[in-house]
């Protein structure tokens, strides 16, 4: 049995998704949230086109919740 050291990564294992499809499937189910992945790789970008299929189910999108409160105080965007 494999474990993964990122509770993210343990998540979509479970769900038989990436990390990076469970993040945008659960970007994309929010109304307030543009999202805009960004990827030079075709392989990359029909992993990206397959998170708009997936459904979060209401358990899984209050675990993303717990493993990623929202902020307890506005602050500013990071710049990159």
């Known amino acids: 049995v494999q474990t993964c ?3 993210i990564s343990a998540l ?4 038989g998704v990436t990390p990076a499809q469970l993040a945008l499937a659960w970007l994309l189910g929010n ?8 990827s030079g790789d075709a ?3 029909r992993e990206n086109a397959a998170a708009r299929d997936i459904r979060l189910d ?3 999108r209050a675990e993303i919740d717990r493993l990623f409160p ?3 105080r506005a602050k500013p965007l ?3």
């Open 5 to 7: 050291a990122l509770p």
């Open 12 to 15: 979509a294992a479970r769900g």
């Open 31 to 38: 109304d307030d949230v543009i999202v805009i992945p960004k």
């Open 43 to 45: 392989a990359r970008v």
């Open 58 to 60: 209401s358990a899984q």
């Open 70 to 72: 929202p902020p307890a």
């Open 78 to 80: 990071e710049m990159l």
